[in-house]
């Protein structure tokens, strides 16, 4: 099973950026699913943006324009550049990798965006 380590959490004022980041222990197939999620507290995990293949990026209405996900196979690395946040996206980001069924968590990183 890929082991998923994510960093690049932080505390930020709204309207500032975080680039979060996923390191995979093992390879990352091209037709493998990489997305972010986030869970807020008291609040259901959510969909934040996918990618399969490195094209075709798809994202939840609220972050659109804002959030960029991208992924360097070569470097086994899943990004989640995130612009002029919101107070709103604070939430734990976990990272997850779908390959024909098999699914990886990491432990997540706290991103909080202060008004």
């Known amino acids: 099973q890929v082991q998923l380590v994510e960093s690049g959490g932080g505390l930020v004022q709204a309207g500032g950026s975080l680039r979060l980041s996923c390191a995979a222990s093992?390879?990352?197939?091209?037709?493998?699913?990489t997305g972010w999620y986030r869970q807020a507290p008291g609040k259901q995990r959510e969909l934040v943006a996918i990618?399969?293949?490195?094209?075709?990026?798809k994202y939840a209405d609220s972050v659109k324009g804002r959030f960029t996900i991208s992924r360097d196979n070569a470097q086994n690395t899943v990004y989640l550049q995130m612009n002029s946040l919101k107070p709103e996206d604070t939430a734990v980001y976990y990272c997850?990798?779908?390959?024909?069924?098999?699914?990886?968590w990491g432990q997540g990183t706290q991103v909080t965006v202060s008004s």
């Open positions: 997850n990798i779908n390959t024909l069924g098999h699914e990886s």
């Open positions: 093992g390879s990352i197939f091209s037709f493998s699913a």
């Open positions: 990618i399969t293949g490195g094209s075709n990026p």
